[in-house]
């Protein structure tokens, strides 16, 4: 396979429970002509479509996040990718490699060498001691005890909970625990990380602190991830592509300055009416044409967000340069077209 | 008036009203006609179904058949049995007395092996040593096999849904259905034998370690399995390395379980082992009348008891958490090393002090003599006290729900005549207590005092089955709904066309009778021991104690005092089965959420209000679980009561061991377990009902 392919493919995938869930998607693929017919046609047999025909792609080393409120079906997607539940119809292709049609003893191959998850409640085994805990996998890949312990160690340390490697879980916080979660699902070395809901359970400065480190922890280690929350601040936070999930589907994927700029429905404006747009708009979003550009003036990334931009043009009277990764100058933002993008997104906000 | 009216109309309106005024009048027509319709009361022996015949035959034909086998396995359990057994003689006593105090001490620390060693050296100081040694062998081949055979049957359950809706009912059986009745089939199939009372502990502590293990693997919260699963565990690796840790406490609940139950089933094993053990000694010198030397002896169980609840309860509890991976090797081992090293200590002193090996006969303390004296001077002196309170229950409290006040009342125990003035006076003031709640409050209330009349007037000996019959299955149908409606009603009508209604109103009144005594003391004492931190602290040791005591033992002292009949046998009940009540009580009101306290408080409730408004209603569904745990343990014990002379299903059963009538005995057996799963369903399902209002399910 080659590398600008997607690492993980998911097609027409659906989880429908109920009478007779097995034979409710007629195509095995999950393929089929009305969606949203289909959808109404089992709703009306009183089955519960959890997920209905989900497809999409992460690129190797994206975060893509599925935010959704509860009972949205976002935790069904990830499980039925990692096939904690089995799903009714679709592909999920990891390189590739229909997930859902290997062996059961594949799978467990699959997710011994190339998955990790990070679970809402932690998942620790409580008679275990946090090396413990992080070694688990790799001593049920019957790896030595000695170099088991030593990888263990290494990832202990990343997470930075040097010094507790003997606690038990029930002597950490909630954060710690999550770290230790963290650091397990890190220990195989896995290609595709999985986090569901990752730090719903902490305490919201909690949940602030790992965010930080979970965006370290990617930028050091390029992972491939899909990321479940119901938190829409902390979906743009990490994120680099969002979808947001309601009833089964998803209703809008792109970017996070994509939808708050472009929300799909009235739906996902509810959730952007209270974003600062500030932090999430981008200088590329507001940019003007390249006019005269000073060689003096301050300048930056396309995708720097528009808080950053008002110290230096408060600092001085002229504008601030976009320039792209080879120093190329794409456009100009000045106060005025910030203020004027704003107000054309307040616009659109309430129309 | 209008009120009034309203009220009637909408009683009247209610089906369930209709059909309690029917099932009223009805018993009162029938008792009226009484004399020219006996059958109504006394059902026809000819009616009988001699479904107990037909076991018989087939059990006859079965043990014929299928003997051998069942030799041959009791041959084979015997070996490691006995083999134990030599073991365990062989070691001197000291260095018994120092393994299992050492065991102690790695499970909890000093105070219990000091309070082990102190136990086991009762033993040998009153000259039991032998005896318990025995009984030690056969608990410590029963209660590991149970255990295993629990931990398989569990997994196997928990594995499949299917396997598991059969399992349910048969642990249910092996429950309810009292010992002795299957005492009989398993005597005849293995013969008479220590290797019989085994067999008798093995299947009677199973179930709690089944349902330990099911509810244990059941209660694995569901990350924690989904994190092993994504961890790329394979099935074998996800049981045994991250489901099995996972509930290991509720495992080693199920042990403590497990023991304790194998070891109250050690009295009564000795009933048919006649076997040389500590359960034969208690039994034989209780039928001797030898208070002294058997209660010298019941404090033997007792006292093992206590110790192995302490101890397989303090690895319960300590078994979250237990590494090590970078300490000295003999620090990982010392367990092990402990275990061998000071038996081994002793062994070695033992040769060189005799008195060591084996418990010199010259330093036996036998008090037995001087306690018997002291019985006998106090039944003697306290004479009168003793019988008048005795004579008060029964003739104020026990008889009339046995026979009704229509027979109780008598010059000889009330002190005049039941005259046919004073009884039209009772119904009339029935009736206007019946009318006033009525009005006042509701119907149910109106029905409720109805009833309650009618039993006290007529006994539950006097009632009319068929309204009997038909006023359960009411009740059932209100509790939980027709399909437990109609489990009352067959299983009322198996009782009565057994020939067993009768024994079956007995069984029921001296059950009902220390119910209520157990839900008005026990239910005090946990309201007290709720509220007060003194009480609590106080209570509790004495209920740990209590339950730890197998049910034999709270016969005999009563006994001394009381001598043979249902009111010794009511006392027996009432210490054994207050227990829950008492417990669940408390936890009941203490569990009542902190916020609804708070508010009744800033209301301005008094204490009392407090109590009676916002704790106790809101413990109501735990207090009703614990009155559940009451009546089967009050039942559990009728069997034993019997052997004081109580009359009821208990003796049935009793009756039928001894004559070795298989048929009579089961049968007898499923119509207490039968009695038993009724109260209990009905009793549950008011709990779930208070529940679901009080929104706590």
């Not at chain 2, 208070?291 to 690895?315: H, K, N, T």
Request: glycine share 8%.
């Amino acid at each position: 396979m080659s590398e600008t392919q997607p690492l993980l493919k998911c097609r027409h995938l659906w989880k429908v429970y109920g009478p007779d869930a097995e034979k409710s998607v007629p195509a095995a693929n999950g393929q089929v002509d009305d969606t949203e017919a289909l959808i109404a046609q089992m709703r009306d047999d009183d089955q519960i479509v959890a997920v209905g025909d989900v497809s999409f792609d992460v690129q190797r080393g994206e975060t893509f996040v599925i935010m959704g409120l509860s009972g949205s079906g976002k935790s069904t997607v990830i499980r039925c990718l990692s096939r904690l539940t089995e799903p009714t119809a679709g592909e999920v292709l990891l390189d590739g490699e229909d997930l859902l049609t290997v062996t059961p003893s594949q799978l467990i191959d699959i997710r011994r060498h190339k998955m990790g998850m990070v679970f809402q409640n932690f998942g620790l085994l409580p008679h275990m001691t946090v090396l413990e805990n992080v070694a688990f996998p790799l001593t049920l890949q019957k790896q030595p005890l000695q170099a088991a312990h030593e990888r263990a160690l290494q990832m202990v340390e990343l997470v930075g909970l040097k010094g507790r490697e003997e606690a038990f879980p029930r002597e950490l916080s909630g954060g710690q625990q999550q770290r230790v979660g963290i650091a397990r699902s890190l220990a195989v070395d896995p290609e595709l990380w999985f986090l569901d809901e990752p730090f719903s359970a902490l305490d919201p400065l909690i949940r602030r602190q790992m965010q930080d480190e979970f965006m370290r922890l990617q930028e050091q280690l390029h992972k491939t991830i899909v990321f479940i929350t119901h938190d829409f601040l902390e979906a743009l936070r990490v994120g680099d592509r969002v979808a947001i999930m309601k009833e089964g589907r998803f209703i809008q994927v792109g970017t996070p300055s994509e939808i708050v700029l472009k929300p799909a429905s009235d739906y996902v404006r509810d959730f952007v009416q209270d974003v600062p747009r500030i932090r999430v708009v981008k200088a590329s979003d507001v940019m003007l044409p390249v006019g005269k550009v000073d060689d003096d003036c301050h300048h930056v990334l396309p995708d720097t967000p528009l808080e950053e931009l008002l110290v230096p043009l408060a600092a001085s009277a002229k504008p601030v340069a976009v320039r792209n990764e080879g120093g190329d100058v794409v456009g100009l933002v000045d106060s005025t077209s910030i203020v004027a993008g704003l107000a054309s997104l307040q616009d659109d906000g309430n129309g | 008036m209008a009120e009034l009216q309203s009220k009637l109309q909408s009683a009247i309106a209610d089906r369930i009203f209709l059909i309690w005024v029917a099932v009223i009048a009805a018993t009162l027509v029938v008792t009226a006609i009484q004399p020219s319709a006996a059958w109504l009361i006394d059902y026809p022996k000819a009616w009988q179904i001699p479904l107990a015949d037909v076991v018989n035959i087939g059990a006859d034909w079965f043990i014929d058949s299928f003997k051998f086998i069942f030799r041959f396995l009791a041959d084979v359990l015997e070996y490691p049995m006995r083999a134990l057994q030599w073991v365990l003689h062989a070691l001197p006593w000291a260095a018994t007395l120092a393994l299992f105090s050492a065991v102690a001490y790695f499970s909890s620390g000093w105070r219990l092996a000091a309070f082990t060693a102190a136990a086991l050296f009762y033993m040998a100081l009153t000259g039991y040593w032998n005896e318990s040694m025995n009984t030690l062998a056969l608990v410590g081949i029963s209660v590991p096999g149970a255990i295993a055979l629990g931990f398989a049957l569990g997994v196997s359950g928990h594995a499949s849904p299917r396997w598991r809706r059969t399992l349910m009912p048969i642990l249910d059986l092996m429950q309810t259905v009292p010992a002795f009745a299957y005492l009989i089939p398993i005597l005849l199939l293995f013969g008479f034998g220590p290797v019989v009372g085994m067999i008798a502990s093995l299947i009677f502590a199973t179930p709690a370690m089944v349902r330990n293990v099911l509810l244990g693997l059941d209660t694995i919260p569901e990350t924690i399995v989904e994190a092993g699963r994504m961890c790329g565990a394979s099935a074998r690796q996800l049981f045994w390395r991250v489901k099995v840790p996972s509930a290991m406490h509720q495992f080693l609940i199920g042990v403590n379980q497990t023991t304790m139950a194998g070891l109250s089933m050690v009295i009564i094993a000795a009933i048919i082992g006649g076997f040389d053990d500590i359960g034969w000694e208690v039994l034989s010198q209780m039928r001797k009348a030898r208070f002294g030397e058997s209660l010298m002896s019941g404090l033997v169980i007792a006292f093992l008891a206590m110790v192995m609840d302490r101890i397989s309860y303090g690895f319960a509890d300590r078994s979250t958490g237990v590494s090590a991976s970078h300490v000295p090797w003999w620090m990982q081992r010392r367990y092990w090393i402990g275990l061998i090293a000071v038996p081994a200590v002793f062994i070695a002193l033992s040769f060189a002090f005799e008195w060591l090996a084996s418990y010199p006969k010259d330093w036996i303390w036998d008090p037995a003599a001087w306690l018997n004296q002291l019985i006998k001077d106090f039944t003697r002196d306290y004479r009168g006290l003793t019988t008048s309170i005795k004579n008060n229950t029964l003739f104020f409290f026990m008889l009339p729900l046995k026979i009704g006040l229509q027979q109780t009342i008598s010059p000889f125990s009330w002190g005049f005549e039941f005259t046919p003035v004073l009884k039209a006076l009772y119904w009339a003031l029935l009736a206007a207590v019946s009318a006033y709640a009525f009005v006042r409050r509701n119907w149910p209330i109106a029905v409720c005092f109805a009833i309650v009349g009618i039993v006290l007037f007529f006994g539950l000996t006097g009632l009319p089955w068929p309204t009997f019959i038909v006023a359960v299955g009411l009740i059932a149908w209100i509790a939980g709904g027709r399909n437990l409606a109609i489990f009352a009603v067959l299983s009322l009508l198996f009782v009565l066309t057994m020939g067993l209604w009768k024994p079956a109103m007995l069984s029921l009144y001296l059950v009902s009778v220390a119910i209520l005594l157990c839900l008005v003391i026990g239910g005090t004492l946990g309201i007290l021991a709720a509220n007060n931190q003194w009480a609590s602290w106080i209570i509790r040791p004495i209920n740990d104690t209590l339950q730890t005591m197998p049910q034999f033992v709270f016969l005999i002292p009563i006994l001394m005092v009381f001598q043979v009949g249902d009111f010794t046998a009511l006392l027996a009940i009432i210490a054994y089965a207050i227990v829950p009540i008492t417990r669940y009580t408390e936890h009941g009101i203490r569990q009542v959420s902190h916020d609804v306290v708070e508010a009744g408080r800033m209301m301005g409730c008094t204490k009392l209000q407090l109590l009676f408004q916002v704790q106790l209603p809101m413990a109501v569904p735990q207090i009703l679980l614990g009155l559940n745990q009451t009546v089967l343990y009050g039942i559990g014990m009728l069997v034993i009561a019997a052997l004081v002379g109580t009359t009821g299903l208990g003796q049935r059963i009793y009756i039928a061991l001894s004559d070795a009538d298989a048929g009579r005995g089961i049968v007898a057996g499923l119509a207490m377990a039968l009695v038993a799963m009724i109260i209990d369903r009905i009793l549950q399902g008011f709990s779930e009902q208070r529940k679901a209002a009080l929104g706590l399910s």
